[in-house]
């Protein structure tokens, strides 16, 4: 039977990445995505402001709603401070199956725990199953109308603390408007467009960041 984008991704980050380099492998998806097949990785353009935003908060605790293949977890984990670890959300079965590989390939398997299933049932048990009190950095790019439902689960599990920043991708496409009116009109937040494209596109795009006040 034909195989998935997501496999096709992954042989061509055998064929051309290096074992062990993030960097390298990061560089093989995005040139398939470009010359071979479209895929919805958060990409260069927008993989650099994730970068930027990871590397200022220098995060002890970090969470990832959305894995896909798991380039931008390999992103993020690829800049984490040394005995620091993430912990990635997918919901998909065959793309987690495809991200494990993927995080591995990278060499960063020990930086990062996957959990599959949906966001509305693992989020509750994050405290208890990993012991963590509140996160320093939440990245989402999951399924765009789970954006808000899960900022107000985060909020309601005392999940953020004063400073936490949530980074949201595709707040322009495919669009999140509910979440956006959200952080933007809440007393809670302090929000900041990072404009930018959808991924290897022309299409407007771009990353919503945003602090918890308390
Ligand atoms: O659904 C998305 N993610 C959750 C599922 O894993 C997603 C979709 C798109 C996209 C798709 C189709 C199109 F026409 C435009 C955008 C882009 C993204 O960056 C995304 O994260
Ligand atoms: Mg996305």
Same mark, same amino acid.
């Given at each position: ?31 398939? =995505? ?138 322009? =496409? ?41």
């Amino acid at each position: 039977t034909r195989s998935t984008r997501p496999q096709r991704m992954l042989k061509a980050v055998q064929k051309n990445a290096t074992k062990g380099n993030p960097e390298s492998v990061i560089s093989a998806i995005d040139y398939f =995505c470009k010359n071979s097949e479209w895929a919805m990785n958060v990409g260069d353009e927008k993989g650099s402001i994730l970068d930027s935003v990871v590397t200022e908060v220098n995060p002890s605790t970090v969470l990832e709603l959305g894995t896909y293949c798991g380039y931008s977890t390999v992103r993020i984990a690829r800049l984490l401070s040394p005995g620091t670890k993430l912990i990635t959300l997918e919901f998909n079965p065959a793309y987690a199956a495809v991200a494990r590989q993927i995080i591995a390939y990278a060499g960063l398997q020990d930086k990062v725990t996957l959990v599959e299933g949906p966001s509305s049932e693992l989020i509750p048990q994050i405290k208890e199953r990993f012991g963590i009190t509140t996160f320093d950095f939440i990245f989402l790019d999951h399924w765009k109308d789970r954006y808000l439902p899960d900022i107000k689960l985060f909020e309601e599990c005392g999940l953020l603390r004063k400073g936490s920043v949530l980074l949201a991708d595709n707040v322009i =496409c495919p669009g999140t408007p509910e979440y956006l009116e959200y952080v933007r009109n809440s007393p809670h937040y302090e929000s900041r467009y990072y404009p930018a494209h959808l991924e290897y596109t022309k299409v407007e795009d771009g990353l919503e960041k945003s602090v918890f006040l308390g």
